[in-house]
């Protein structure tokens, strides 16, 4: 017999290969690909790091007309 393969993660022969999770459910996937959608756009990224980066989380029109020219 020839050595044991090592486990690509850890390198050592006696080390237990990883297992894989379990996959996201039809359902679970369908909607993290609707929430996904909704931010796939560059400037609605924009728009909300606009917001997440504003003290009280809100911004005006004015302000995000300015910052998205």
């Given at each position: 017999m020839g050595p044991e393969p090592a486990d690509r993660a850890h390198g050592s022969p006696s080390a237990p290969v990883p297992r894989l999770r379990l996959a996201l459910s039809r359902d679970s996937a369908e909607s993290t690909a609707a929430i996904l959608r909704v931010v796939s756009d560059p400037t609605r990224l924009q728009i909300l790091?606009?917001?997440?980066?504003?003290?009280?989380?809100?911004?005006?029109?004015?302000?995000l007309t300015d910052a998205l020219r």
């Open positions: 790091s606009l917001i997440g980066a504003s003290p009280d989380g809100r911004v005006r029109v004015a302000d």
